[in-house]
């Protein structure tokens, strides 16, 4: 069965140095999204991506992030410098269909990121 | 807006008795809502939806809610737990054109022997 893959599972970083989260979306599925939940808090969501374009993102999606499918099969999250508060699990999904949420989301299995 | 609240951060309930997993919502617009589990190690996986028609949806492994508008909530229930039922529960909310979901905190599920 086709599932959602990501990239580090675990990743460590310092305050201020840059990450990328990769994941690899179902290969039909031309809708892109990333979650993130912050521990013992809410999944939010930070940006939809579709046709190489932001379509929607939250106010958390600030300057400092980035997506980018850099290719035909990866999606990535770029932090640019990272911050304490930026530690989080990470979720990529993906959908065949998008522009409704009524299209079901298909999620990776997360990215742990731990900013010291 | 959209929000969810789900009432209990973990739940345990003996093996053969029955799950309820109770998930509040608020939308402006006519709401999609969703059912998603986390088994460890692994993604979000949806275990059931509702958008339009039937108020009672039925889901995977056994899992039904039902879509109760003058209560705003969409309970997640199951007659007879099982031990492999244990998980963290994730409560969505969406609406027609609009990409995103919003999540609940989730509920931990632990089934007692």
């Known amino acids: 069965e086709p599932e959602v893959t990501q990239t580090p599972s675990h990743q460590v970083t310092q305050m201020g140095q840059e990450v990328i989260l990769r994941c690899v979306p179902i290969?039909?599925?031309?809708?892109f999204y990333w979650y993130r939940q912050i521990l013992g808090q809410k999944v939010e969501f930070l940006v939809s991506?579709?046709?190489?374009?932001?379509?929607?993102k939250s106010e958390i999606f600030d300057d400092q992030f980035s997506v980018e499918r850099p290719d035909g099969s990866n999606f990535t999250l770029k932090i640019r410098s990272t911050k304490l508060e930026d530690s989080a699990m990470y979720f990529c999904?993906?959908?065949?269909?998008?522009?409704?949420?009524?299209?079901?989301?298909?999620f990776g299995p997360g990215t742990r990121l731990t900013v010291l | 807006a959209q929000s969810v609240t789900q009432l209990g951060s973990h739940v345990s309930v003996s093996e053969g008795a029955l799950v309820l997993l109770r998930c509040n919502y608020s939308?402006?617009?006519?709401?999609?809502l969703f059912w998603y589990v986390q088994y460890p190690n692994q993604g979000l996986q949806l275990l059931l939806k509702?958008?339009?028609?039937?108020?009672l949806v039925k889901g995977i492994n056994g899992f039904e809610a039902e879509f109760k508008k003058s209560e705003t909530s969409f309970h997640l229930t199951k007659p007879s737990a099982h031990m492999s039922d244990a998980a963290e529960y994730f409560c969505a909310v969406g609406g027609f054109g609009n990409e995103k979901l919003t999540f609940g905190t989730g509920t931990r599920l632990t089934i007692i022997p």
């Open positions: 290969s039909n599925h031309l809708y």
């Open positions: 939308s402006s617009v006519p709401p999609y």
């Open positions: 999904a993906s959908s065949e269909d998008g522009g409704s949420s009524y299209n079901e989301q298909f």
């Open positions: 991506f579709y046709n190489n374009e932001i379509s929607e």
């Open positions: 509702y958008t339009t028609g039937a108020t």
